[in-house]
């Protein structure tokens, strides 16, 4: 499978073999004994190579039988196979060498086949285009099916078991790369989520991807594999690039791949705003240490230095950095507006930019940037995601926005926004209760039963009406709470400080 055709550093020597297996049926059920028959048909150098994908092919098999070991135990993790559960890993790859062979057989013989295919085609396009012959290849003459994994050697229910909130997980990762073909890459984007069974949305473009799905631990497993493997990415993507959390499919009403302009959308083409011109990447403890520089100035309004969140004001709402600006911006379109519109507060600072997972920093802050003004331009890297791994009890106070059915991560117990009705401390997100309305509203249990579910007086009304009157039309005109809020604030101050709620409490009287 694609996921196994790639060495690891230092096996450069490995990918100079040339293999001679081209009359060799791989797929002959006879080839029981790879090491009597498969691998009797290679050459001493290619020799090599069946090692390397046996080992491969090996290493996967036991790898997507781990479970998280109880937390009594010293261990990380357990292996459960066979309806048996080893504790050690000289205990099951014992029993995958003694019990599983004709897999290990079957899947080294896919790598094999695959790594056949990538050598005779990489080598013959060398010689005639010098440019990125074998991504060029992979878009325009291989079949999408050629890069989706061999998932025979698995039981159909450990693809799809354990997709619920607690037994799946959700990826979030992004990729900034130039794509030729991003038409292909969509249709293989939406061939490999639909053989995995995963759920989410996937952005494409001649910039890049930029991906959230979720699915069982197995199939998100097999995906980051084939994503790493894959010549499109394998250069740009590391395992760290993908961050993880519990979930599953059923964290998202549908799977959506699709070719768009932008992989995140700013609102300004790539071609005027590139990807390649970003702030200086800061990782999670390199950016602890300047936000506990900053905070510990006794006036951090006077500060040569700005806390600045790229996300929207309901992001930030039920979770920011201490001391950060966050501006009251629904769209991360309205980004560079909000810049240009407060470009004052930037001059000659030094500027900490964060967001979600860094996606939307490596163009904001090369926006940033264009404006010439700032003094230093940094950005957080793997955004809140990767620093609440490492800081769960950092400078990060609240809750993790997630665009899907989850709302909210949770790294920590702190609180620091409040019911729109009667301003006790809450942060639990849900939908305005009037359906024509996508608003997100923060009520409390007591304000709910009491009937206060809608974002505004202007929806709880109409909500009211609507269901003293089902026949009456649906309306259409924009909701109260988003008409007041200006589209592109002016920040009164450099750093004006941030209440615990973005906005008027509503009167519940």
Known sequence: MPSSTSPDQGDDDLEACVLRFSDLDLKDTSLMNPSSSLKAELDVSAKKKYSFAKKKAFSLFVKTKEVPAPPCECKEKWWKCCQQ????????????????????????????????????????????????????????????????????????????????????????????????????????????????????????????????????????????????????????????????????????????????????????????????KPGIHLSPGEFHKEVEKFLSQANQEESDTILLDCRNFYESKIGRFQGCLAPDIRKFSYFPSYVDENLELFKEKRVLMYCTGGIRCERG???????????????????????????????????????????????????????????????????????????????????????????????????????ASPAQSSFKEECECTARRPRVPRELSQQAPLPSSLGPRLDVD
């Not at 010549?231 to 760290?240: A, E, I, S, V």
């Not at 106070?397 to 702190?414: I, M, P, Q, T």
Request: proline share 4%; hydrophobic share 30%; glycine share 6%.
């Open 85 to 276: 559960l080893f504790t050690d890993p000289t205990s099951i790859h014992r029993h995958v060498a003694t019990q599983h062979a004709n897999e290990i057989c079957h899947e080294t013989a896919s790598v094999l086949k695959q790594l056949a295919v990538t050598s005779s085609t990489s080598k013959s396009l060398e010689s005639t285009d010098k440019r990125n012959p074998f991504k060029e290849d992979l878009t325009r003459n291989q079949e999408v099916s050629t890069w989706l994994p061999d998932i025979s050697c698995f039981n159909p229910d450990e693809l799809i078991s354990g997709q619920g909130n607690n037994e799946g997980e959700v990826l979030l990762y992004y990729c900034y790369c130039d794509l030729k073909d991003p038409d292909w890459v969509c249709a293989w984007q939406t061939a490999l989520c639909q053989h995995l069974h995963l759920t989410g949305k996937v952005r494409i473009a001649t910039e890049g991807i930029n991906g959230t799905v979720g699915g069982s631990r197995l199939a998100t497993r097999l995906y980051v594999s084939v994503m790493l493997s894959c010549p499109l990415f394998k250069d740009y993507l590391c395992k760290d690039d993908f961050k993880t959390s519990k979930g599953g499919a059923c964290c998202f009403p549908e799977l959506r791949v699709g070719v768009f302009e932008e992989i995140v959308p700013m609102g300004i083409s790539p071609n005027k705003i590139s990807y390649k």
């Open 365 to 467: 802050s090369a926006y940033l940037k264009t404006k010439g003004v700032c003094k230093e331009v940094f950005q957080l890297k793997g955004g809140i995601h990767k620093y609440l791994e490492e800081f769960p009890d950092g400078f990060y106070k609240g809750k993790l926005f997630v665009f899907d059915e989850r709302y909210a991560l949770s790294f920590n117990n702190d609180i620091v926004s409040e019911c729109s009705y009667c301003g006790v401390p809450w942060d639990h997100y849900n939908l305005c209760s009037t359906p024509q309305c996508r608003q997100l509203v923060l009520t409390c249990p007591a304000c709910q039963e009491r009937g206060f579910t809608a974002c505004c007086v202007t929806c709880q009304d109409k909500g009211n009406r609507q269901a």
